[in-house]
Structures are given as structure tokens and as C-alpha cells.
């Protein structure tokens, strides 16, 4: 089945630009979606289609996916993006969807 | 708005069966490209998928998990239930259901989870 690597933990400073990395085998050529998940809530699709927002989500948040790592960056990060994000495909080979590791953006 | 929200057993016993129902609002899962999947996370750990079923009654199942798992809908009451047999305590976890528009194959939005412990 298809797998999705994320690094465990990510730090920033407030301010600076926070990127987390989605790896998978030539997942340049899925879709990757991304949930930002805060303590003690729900998933939040951020990005969708590697690159798209939903309404209501900041531009600072963006997404890009190509060769063999997709990855989400947020600019400008604030304390309130402080969460766990993960990242999605869904596999058409088995016609299942997989979530990555997750990866935990601490802000410093 | 579309809203969904988890029911069922907080606390339940290894080698019970599990029944999760989600009731949704906003939508319905008539003809129309509509799905609901559901996913768990156990405490501390990643999300999983484990099932989804379309408007038309079509059926995906997660491969690890597919002998134990069923998922039904009604759509007269706007409800999708999971059943989970021979519960054990390592199915401890949160479980949330979340709308699926067809050929999307994102998940937005989710319900609120629902926790369920597994006693041994």
C-alpha cells in the first residue's frame, strides 16, 4: 500500500516561514491534500489539490507538490498555527485513502 | 452548512462489537456525488482511514481492517453507521466521520469525534 513520510516535529519562530514535508513514491503526480489539526479538535482541511485553499484559510498557508515531496508552507507563522498537520492522497491503485504520520508545528 | 456528529459507546469490552453512527445535516447521500468516510485516531497517534460508503451504495473498506468493518447507510434518517466487531484495546481512539464530495477525495468538513475505550 502506498506510504506517506512526514518528519515527526517542526520548529519556527514567529514570523518565519514553516515548511512540512509529505514524502511518498513520485507523489508529484497525486493530489495531496492537507488537515490542520489543533489540541483537542478536529481535522481542518487547510489545502486541497496540492495547492488550493478553502475559504477562510489564510493565504500565508500554501501548498506544492512535485517529484517525490509534497509540502505545506506557512508564512509569516503565529502562535495560533501551532498544531498537528497531516497530509492525504488518495491511493487509485487499491481505491483507498492514506493519511501521513502527521507532523507537529511547534512555534517557538 | 453542512455539519456532521459521532454517537455510540464511550467505554466498550474487547471482543464486543462497536456501532458508530453519524448524523449529518446540509447534505444528503442521494444521488448527487456525495460521500461519508470514517477515520479514527488513536490517542497521540496519526489519523486512519477505515471506511467510506458512496451515494449509491458503493462500498470502500480499509484493507487492514476490512474483515471486521461494515458500514450501512440510511438516508431517510441522514445517518451512516460503522460496525467494528471483535473490539480489542488497541482500537482505543477517537472517531470521526467527514463528508467526501466524489472525485474530490478530500475529507472537509469532519465531525467533532467521538472517544472510545476498549477495556480488556
Known amino acids: 500500500s502506498y506510504v506517506l513520510t512526514q518528519p515527526p516535529s517542526v520548529s519556527v519562530a514567529p514570523g518565519q516561514t514553516a515548511s512540512i514535508t509529505c514524502g511518498g513514491n513520485n507523489i508529484g503526480s497525486r493530489s495531496v491534500h492537507w488537515y490542520q489539526q489543533k489540541a483537542g479538535q478536529a481535522p481542518v482541511l487547510v489545502v486541497y489539490?496540492?495547492?488550493d485553499r478553502p475559504s477562510g484559510i489564510p493565504e500565508r498557508v500554501s501548498g506544492s507538490n512535485s517529484g517525490n515531496t509534497a509540502t505545506l508552507t506557512i508564512t509569516r507563522v503565529e502562535a495560533g498555527d501551532e498544531a498537528d498537520y497531516y497530509c492525504?492522497?488518495?491511493?487509485?491503485?487499491?481505491?483507498?485513502?492514506?493519511f501521513g504520520g502527521g507532523t507537529k508545528l511547534t512555534v517557538l | 452548512q453542512i455539519t456532521l456528529k459521532e454517537s455510540g459507546p464511550t467505554l466498550v469490552k474487547s471482543t464486543q462489537t462497536l456501532t458508530l453512527t453519524c448524523t449529518f445535516s446540509g447534505f444528503s447521500l442521494t444521488p448527487g456525488g456525495v460521500a461519508v468516510a470514517w477515520i479514527r485516531q488513536p490517542p497521540g497517534k496519526a489519523l486512519e482511514w477505515l471506511a467510506l460508503?458512496?451515494?449509491?451504495?458503493?462500498?470502500r473498506y480499509s484493507p487492514s481492517l476490512k474483515s471486521r468493518l461494515t458500514i450501512t447507510k440510511d438516508t431517510s434518517k441522514n445517518q451512516v453507521v460503522l460496525t467494528m466487531t471483535n473490539m480489542d484495546p488497541l482500537d482505543t481512539a477517537t472517531y470521526y466521520c467527514?463528508?467526501?464530495?466524489?472525485?474530490?477525495?478530500?475529507?472537509?468538513?469532519w465531525g467533532q469525534g467521538t472517544l472510545v475505550t476498549v477495556s480488556s
Open positions: 492525504q492522497v488518495w491511493d487509485s491503485s487499491s481505491d483507498h485513502w492514506v
Open positions: 467527514a463528508q467526501e464530495r466524489v472525485l474530490s477525495n478530500w475529507f472537509d468538513p
Open positions: 489539490d496540492d495547492s
Open positions: 460508503i458512496y451515494w449509491n451504495d458503493a462500498k
